[in-house]
């Protein structure tokens, strides 16, 4: 029965993260792609995946919280796709690191928790573990593209 239960709960994130995903793609005219590989590192990205222009015309590829969030996908979706922004166009665009696209991360993560969050606890403790969980694992993606692309800072 347990496994059950899990089961339908990762079945449904998964299902709310591809519908907030679809939609972002939607809304601009992108295309999604059920797997991307990366344009520097050839990391193949076995995740849904948007591509689309921004209003530069510069392509940009994003695939929002790709991890656990603890239930707070919808929160959390947007400062998501920045982060993926941020490692996609850095050192390139303003010469930062990766440690300072997850520390814009958490920081946007605690903002929405702050303001937006039913349990803002709960929610600060899923925003600093998405954050840890980027230090340990986030490496390979911050090399995915390092190219230039105008995005919000």
């Known amino acids: 029965m347990r496994f059950l239960i899990v089961t339908i709960c990762v079945l449904f994130l998964q299902s709310s993260h591809a519908d907030l995903l679809d939609d972002f793609c939607d809304n601009k005219n992108g295309k999604l ?9 050839k990391l193949p990205l076995r995740i849904k995946t948007c591509e689309y222009h921004n209003s530069y015309g510069e392509l940009e590829f994003v695939n929002g919280c790709s991890g656990p969030t603890g239930g707070h996908d919808k929160l959390f979706f947007p400062a998501c796709v920045q982060h993926d922004l941020c490692y996609h166009h850095e050192p390139a665009t303003n010469g930062k ?19 937006k969050a039913q349990n803002i606890i709960r929610c600060q403790k899923w925003a600093r573990f998405m954050y840890r969980s980027l230090r340990v694992i986030g490496k390979p993606a911050f090399h995915c593209a390092n190219y230039y692309g105008r995005y919000e800072d």
Do not use: A, H
Not at 109 to 114: A, N, Q, S, T, V
């Open 33 to 41: 792609f059920t797997w991307y590989q990366c344009p520097k590192s």
């Open 97 to 115: 690191g990766q440690k300072y696209c997850d520390v814009r991360m958490l920081n946007q993560l605690l903002k929405i928790c702050d303001e």
